[in-house]
């Protein structure tokens, strides 16, 4: 045991997961460009058949390094029918609490558990598109970019959920209402905008923006059974706090997930009645946080009826794909290091060291990527732009 702790906290560990996945990530995105451009244009259905497998065998590497790197486990509140009938089986929109520097990754293990990593879309910042492995995987898999100039988002969603919605299988699109992840910085900008336009003053989640939500619910419609409303904790006392870092060091945490379907059509028509719907749920999901960091239960506060509560079994196919890169790309990739270490040349060991200090670069500037520290600002010119 002490020697596979020492193991998760070795560099030279990270550095072969670090080798591993963004060399696999670019071997992904050249397939998937050669699919775009060669296949897509003649059968849209094929492509995306074929490309959710590439998607799965990327994104799988993140969700192997936490549920079995690291252990990360969640225990799921959800309705036991309604996740029998319809989790997997119909288009979702998912609305999701952003408070944590992995929620993204825990909705990862989630998806992969009921066999939807590979068809998991969000809505992102344009200039994501452009950022390698990651990035391009997103750009080739759909999902929806946003330039934040509203006249421009306002096309790019219509036409983007058109597409998105004639998937041939189980598609689930992402949304972050709130736009940025929660700190209490951007809480006091959130509540004092909130003040100032007579909207409800959220104590754990920053004020949603609408227009996204709006924009996008007239083409949902018809086509996408369901919202699924996610609430996201993990408790303020767990000694281990959800950040990347802990992962890749190996250390397990444990996620609390709500999530609760709500068919589309009971969302309201127009945009200032499905605004003020998305203002009331986030009301809601306060006081469910509320009650979890004040008692460690979703439901003994927030008067949410309590639902079912089950945890969900690992599959093996992350360990699996992991496992199959890490041979494809490590045994060439330490053969040639080896050989440009040995060969005696300054030149060829200069390239080696640079090779590996370019891996940990990657790894820690993604890493940096997720960190709250480092996400968007909220404040009052912010929002207008949005608003």
């Keep these: 045991m002490e020697f596979l702790a020492s193991l998760k906290c070795s560099r030279i560990a990270h550095l072969m997961f670090a080798i591993t996945f963004f060399t696999s990530g670019l071997i992904i995105n050249f397939f998937q460009c050669i699919l775009y451009f060669g296949l897509k244009p003649f059968s849209k259905y094929l492509y995306r058949k ?32 309604d996740f029998d009938k319809y989790y997997g089986n119909e288009h979702g929109y998912l609305i999701m609490n952003h408070s944590y520097e992995i929620d993204w990754l825990i909705g990862w293990i989630f998806c992969e558990r009921i066999c939807m990593l590979g068809n998991c879309k969000a809505y992102a910042k344009k200039s994501i598109k452009y950022i390698p492995t990651l990035g391009w995987a997103w750009r080739f898999a759909e999902s929806i970019f946003l330039e934040r100039s509203w006249d421009k988002d306002k096309e790019i969603i219509s036409l983007q959920i058109r597409e998105l919605t004639d998937y041939p299988d189980t598609m689930w699109l992402l949304l972050y209402a709130e736009g940025t ?194 996400s968007s600002s909220y404040g009052a010119a912010d929002i207008k732009k949005v608003k």
Aim: charged share 20%; net charge positive; aromatic share 14%.
């Design 50 to 81: 074929l490309n959710y497998y590439l998607c799965y065998s990327f994104y799988s590497q993140l969700v192997f390094m936490a549920e079995w790197w690291s252990g990360t486990d969640i225990i799921m509140y959800i309705d036991k029918k």
């Design 181 to 374: 992840r929660f700190t209490p910085e951007k809480a006091e900008a959130s509540q004092q905008f909130a003040k100032e336009r007579g909207l409800p003053i959220l104590k754990h989640h920053l004020t949603p923006r609408t227009r996204g939500f709006t924009a996008s619910i007239p083409n949902l419609r018809g086509k996408v059974g369901a919202i699924y409303n996610i609430q996201l904790a993990f408790k303020p006392s767990d000694p281990i706090k959800p950040t990347m870092t802990n992962l890749l060091l190996g250390k397990k945490v444990v996620a609390h997930m709500y999530i609760n379907r709500i068919p589309l059509d009971t969302v309201p028509e127009g945009d200032e009645a499905a605004a003020q719907w998305l203002h009331e749920l986030y009301q809601v999901k306060d006081q469910m946080a509320e009650s979890f960091i004040q008692t460690g239960d979703f439901f003994e506060t927030s008067g949410v009826p309590r639902t079912d509560s089950f945890t969900l079994k690992r599959r093996v196919w992350s360990l699996i794909n992991t496992t199959f890169w890490a041979i494809v790309v490590l045994v060439p990739m330490l053969y040639y290091l080896i050989k440009l270490f040995l060969s005696g040349s300054t030149m060829y060991f200069s390239i080696g060291v640079g090779i590996i200090v370019l891996f940990f670069l990657l790894m820690y500037k993604t890493i940096g990527m997720s960190e709250i520290s480092k």
